[in-house]
């Protein structure tokens, strides 16, 4: 038996490194809020979500209009919502969802496909080991510790040797309401919680700062 699968956004105005991220236009007049709207509207009709929502605070006015007429439905966040650190208090209106497992998307990594969404969607729900999932993309390099020791550079000196190591883009994150709650954290960090769902680098773009919305703005093809 499938496991059921909600699927829900946060969307926010406020951002330390680039404020007013999701409501920026890119050269063509597209903004990010603009494209998790398309996202999401897509993702539903390629994956049977239980549930579906796109949160937003009432006096963020920008989002507010931005989602209303979406086919996905609204819902209202809180003061702790927005300005909390704890999950548990940013995911506070998924309490009353009546769904245990739940499928966040990140709007500031725009690029990720619906099409991959789905996969990963589709996956969660057919797997009987798997608990928790989260986006990575895989990173052949060198990587070294805060102590300066290495992590994975091989003793042979040869790129080729390292390995491979798998770096989060927050694409998107897969997670069981009850550890959230009460964990605070997404995940147990157990055998399969999370398992790590392989995308594309160029799906992989989050726009934090300045730098990141050019690049992004490069893609969408305003260079």
Same mark, same amino acid.
């Given at each position: 038996?499938?496991?059921?699968?909600?699927?829900?956004?946060?969307?926010?105005?406020?951002?330390?490194?680039?404020?007013?991220?999701?409501?920026?236009?890119?050269?063509?007049?597209?903004?990010?809020?603009?494209?998790?709207?398309?996202?999401?509207?897509?993702?539903?009709?390629?994956?049977?979500?239980?549930?579906?929502?796109?949160?937003?605070?009432?006096?963020?006015?920008?989002?507010?209009?931005?989602?209303?007429?979406?086919?996905? =439905?609204?819902?209202?966040?809180?003061?702790?919502?927005?300005?909390?650190?704890?999950?548990?208090?940013?995911?506070?209106?998924?309490?009353?969802?009546?769904?245990?497992?739940?499928?966040?998307?990140?709007?500031?990594?725009?690029?990720?496909? =619906?099409?991959?969404?789905?996969?990963?969607?589709?996956?969660?729900?057919?797997?009987?080991?798997?608990?928790?999932?989260?986006?990575?993309?895989?990173?052949?390099?060198?990587?070294?510790?805060?102590?300066?020791?290495?992590?994975?550079?091989?003793?042979?000196?040869?790129?080729?040797?390292?390995? !491979?190591?798998?770096?989060?883009?927050?694409?998107?994150?897969?997670?069981?309401?009850?550890?959230?709650?009460?964990?605070?954290?997404?995940?147990?960090?157990?055998?399969?919680? =999370?398992?790590?769902?392989?995308?594309?680098?160029? !799906?992989?773009?989050?726009?934090?700062? !300045?730098?990141?919305?050019?690049?992004?703005?490069?893609?969408?093809?305003?260079?």
């Amino acid at each position: 038996m499938s496991k059921k699968l909600a699927l829900i956004s946060t969307v926010r105005l406020g951002s330390s490194r680039l404020p007013e991220k999701m409501v920026k236009e890119f050269s063509d007049g597209t903004r990010m809020v603009d494209l998790l709207v398309d996202r999401m509207e897509e993702l539903v009709n390629l994956f049977p979500f239980k549930h579906s929502a796109i949160a937003v605070h009432p006096g963020e006015l920008e989002l507010v209009n931005a989602v209303i007429h979406s086919t996905v =439905p609204m819902v209202l966040r809180d003061n702790k919502s927005c300005k909390s650190s704890k999950l548990k208090d940013i995911f506070n209106f998924i309490r009353d969802i009546p769904c245990d497992n739940f499928m966040w998307i990140n709007g500031s990594v725009p690029f990720c496909k =619906p099409e991959t969404l789905a996969r990963a969607a589709k996956l969660f729900s057919l797997s009987k080991t798997i608990k928790g999932m989260t986006a990575v993309v895989r990173d052949k390099n060198w990587f070294w510790g805060p102590d300066h020791y290495s992590i994975n550079v091989p003793k042979t000196g040869k790129t080729q040797d390292s390995g !491979e190591i798998y770096r989060s883009c927050h694409a998107f994150h897969i997670f069981d309401k009850r550890v959230l709650f009460e964990q605070d954290r997404y995940w147990e960090f157990v055998d399969q919680d =999370p398992h790590l769902f392989e995308i594309d680098e160029d !799906e992989a773009i989050d726009v934090d700062d !300045e730098a990141d919305f050019e690049l992004a703005n490069m893609v969408m093809g305003g260079a």
